[in-house]
């Protein structure tokens, strides 16, 4: 095990500062707006909650650690087994700790404020999460590891003509899918499953395509030189 956490040590250490300074930022921005319409007495007007910039992060961070990452590791003498398993490590401790401050910030802070006469909008409330504590953690945790699962697999196959292609194929998509109703409803139904649905459905679904897609990763990772 130790060695899978060596990797992700590099990971969280050496590749993904960007993506922290980006979500800081953009959270101190936030958090500077808030303090200015408490301020200026603008009580009324609604708000992002400050936990949603830290979304950034298992947005961005993936791309770095599956493509700058993964050359200086290889360069090392690192088993390709030994990086896969421990980037997971990586985004399962993302997506914890953004779960947990997420649920944190929602049943605190933003209680208060929308108490208030404030609103406040967190993505645990637009997605219906909100349900009780453990339903936001859970249903938050599973939706990240599934995001992070994507970018990953897409960042990681650039490289290779299947990468593009896929790149392609979801623009294509989103395209055709979105005008045409039948089509519209099928994409509808994956966002209801993946997003919206039972709490126990959404999780089982979103672990499921994760393992999915991971499985599809290291299948192409063994192959890659």
Known sequence: MKKYFAVAKVNFKYTTWISYMIAAICGVAMIVDMILDRVLNNTGDSTVSVYSMLYLVP??????IASVNYVKLMNLGVKKKTYFLGCIINYVIFAAIISFVGVLETYTLDNYLNSSSSTVYGLIEVFGWDKNVLTAFFS????????ESVVHTLTFMQTKWYGWAADVLIVAIISVFTPISALRKAESFFLYMTIYSHPVVQFAVCVGLTALIYATNLYYLKKRI
């Open 59 to 64: 947005l961005s961070a993936p791309i770095f």
């Open 140 to 147: 938050q945790f599973a939706f990240l590891l599934l995001l």
